[in-house]
């Protein structure tokens, strides 16, 4: 087997992690408490290419491959988990089904200003009352004339106050279950009674903003359905599939933060006359972080080889998402240890990417909902 990564992979990789170094890390406590849109980076993160990787070039995007997507998300979210969560949304739940599913004109009206990075993209799946379970929405889009009104309300959406274009589904046929769901690419810029409603306050990545989407009897253009009308849930399922290898990617990231600042306060902290990086209990926690996380990016690798192979990888995205986010949890409570009281204090970052490091064992479908996929494979 061989691990080597393409000049491309490298050249991605070390761009991303130059980036972040330099401009992302030193503005990622302050993103934190002011919970501002970290509108400049994203902005740099279009003209590097990094908005759109995967996406064809004549769409706006990098043209690159997924394992591309999983080494740049690492180092962007190693920076900071809000601007790597933003750059996933975009890249994996935005940027993906309107390629895969949008025809050219739909490509070239929807894609290209989120995969140029010039506008932001959202997904709005959730409501209140269908979150595990989106097949309960109760958003609905009925056929009128020359277009479609939509009513009701997205609950938790990432970038939702701050996106031009998002990617709803919502039921186009009652009674017919998840076989009455349809999905469409909305200019939220342009839609008349849409709004964006509450905007959540968040125990982590706080500069990415989380709200609900609006739809009072809003019309869009008979161009907003995406692929099949009936298609929408099948869509979701392998956009997910797809986002969890991005979420999956942000963990690891966070992991890796954690990891090198425990490893640097260990080295030089001292008690009892010694480095306390010479006790064997805090070089154990060091090691079991360092396995733990590299098992999570190969396991994450491995999903994205497969996406590039056009192989099937729900099951191992389910299994990168669920091992890396746990992994990062795990090493970000141990690196708070590490650190001990200046740990649980701001003025180290410590304490942060605990909080960031949570969220990724709940969206994009919980762990709990990644072992009932995993198992589903399994025995099916
Ligand atoms: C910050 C943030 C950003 C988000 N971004 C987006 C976004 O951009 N777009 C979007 O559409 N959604 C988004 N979400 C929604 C997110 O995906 C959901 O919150 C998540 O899928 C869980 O749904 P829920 O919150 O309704 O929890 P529930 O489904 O109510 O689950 C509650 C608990 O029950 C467990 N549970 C539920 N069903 C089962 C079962 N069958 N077996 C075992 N356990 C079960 C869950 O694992 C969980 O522990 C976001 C959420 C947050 C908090």
Excluded at 35 to 46: C, S, W
Excluded at 106 to 128: D, F, V
Excluded at 148 to 177: D, L, P, Q
Aim: glycine share 12%; with cysteine.
């Amino acid at each position: 087997m061989d691990f080597t990564l393409s000049e491309e992979q490298q050249m991605v990789r070390d761009m991303a992690q130059r980036f972040a170094e330099t401009e992302i890390k030193p503005k990622a406590a302050q993103l934190d408490e002011t919970h501002e849109h970290p509108g400049d980076i994203l902005k740099q993160l279009g003209e590097l290419k990094m908005m759109g990787i995967a996406v064809p070039e004549e769409y706006g995007g990098g043209g690159m491959d997924y394992v591309s997507y999983v080494l740049a998300l690492i180092e962007i979210s190693k920076g900071c988990a809000s601007t790597g969560v933003i750059m996933s949304v975009n890249n994996s739940l935005y940027c993906f089904p309107v390629d895969a599913y949008g025809t050219d004109e739909q490509k070239k009206k929807y894609l290209y200003p989120c995969a140029a990075g010039e506008k932001l993209g959202c997904y709005g799946l959730t409501e209140a009352g269908a979150g595990s379970d989106p097949a309960g929405m109760r958003t609905t889009a009925v056929r009128d004339g020359d277009g479609w009104v939509i009513n009701g309300e997205k609950k938790f959406i990432t970038n939702g106050n701050v996106a031009s274009y998002g990617v709803i589904a919502a039921v186009t046929e009652k009674g017919k279950g998840y076989k009455g769901i349809s999905s469409f690419a909305l200019d939220l810029d342009n839609t008349p009674g849409f709004k964006v409603g509450r905007v959540e306050e968040k125990l982590g990545i706080c500069a990415s903003g989380t709200s609900e989407l609006v739809f009072e009897d809003a019309r869009v253009p008979v161009d907003a359905l995406l692929g099949e009308e009936g298609g929408g849930f099948k869509q979701m399922l392998t956009t997910l599939d797809g986002g969890r290898i991005g979420i999956a990617s942000q963990a690891v990231g966070i992991g890796r933060a954690v990891l090198e600042e425990a490893v640097a306060y260990a080295k030089t902290r001292e008690q009892f006359g010694k480095p306390i990086s010479s006790f064997q209990a805090i070089q154990w926690k060091l090691a079991d972080m360092a396995t733990e996380l590299d098992a999570a990016e190969l396991l994450t690798l491995r999903a994205a080889w497969l996406e590039d192979r056009k192989k099937p990888y729900e099951k191992e995205a389910a299994m990168a998402k669920m091992y890396a986010s746990d992994a990062a949890m795990r090493a970000s409570v141990e690196g708070i240890q590490v650190l001990g009281g200046y740990g649980y204090c701001k003025e180290y970052p410590m304490e942060r990417h605990m909080r960031d490091a949570k969220i990724c064992q709940i969206y994009e479908g919980t762990n709990e909902i990644m072992r009932l996929i995993i198992a589903r494979n399994l025995i099916k």
